[in-house]
């Protein structure tokens, strides 16, 4: 089996729980479920990064988003990705 190609960390810390990261994370396995992106992307959570007050916190790649909104996330993702926005 090959290794992900990209790596999805959300924050987990409280301060990004309590500005709604579930729907974060959500978002983000909806995207890979539906583009079929299972074997290429590994997620995880991490705790508090001292980016408490710009959460939620959204990491693709070591590279950090913050303010991430649930509406944002597919478009986030296609730009790092290099992925094609689904067909309507």
């Known amino acids: 089996m090959n290794a992900p190609k990209h790596e999805i960390v959300v924050c987990m810390g409280s301060a990004c729980f309590s500005r709604g990261n579930i729907t974060i994370v959500e978002a983000v396995q909806g995207y890979i479920k539906s583009r079929g ?18 959460g939620p916190n959204l990491f693709i790649d070591g590279e950090c988003h913050c303010g991430v ?8 993702l296609d730009e790092h990705l290099g992925g094609q926005p689904m067909p309507s």
């Not at 909104?69 to 986030?76: F, H, N, S």
């Open 69 to 76: 909104q649930p509406g944002t996330v597919p478009t986030l």
């Open 37 to 54: 992106l299972e074997n290429d992307i590994e997620t995880n959570g991490t705790l508090c990064q001292n980016r408490c007050r710009e």
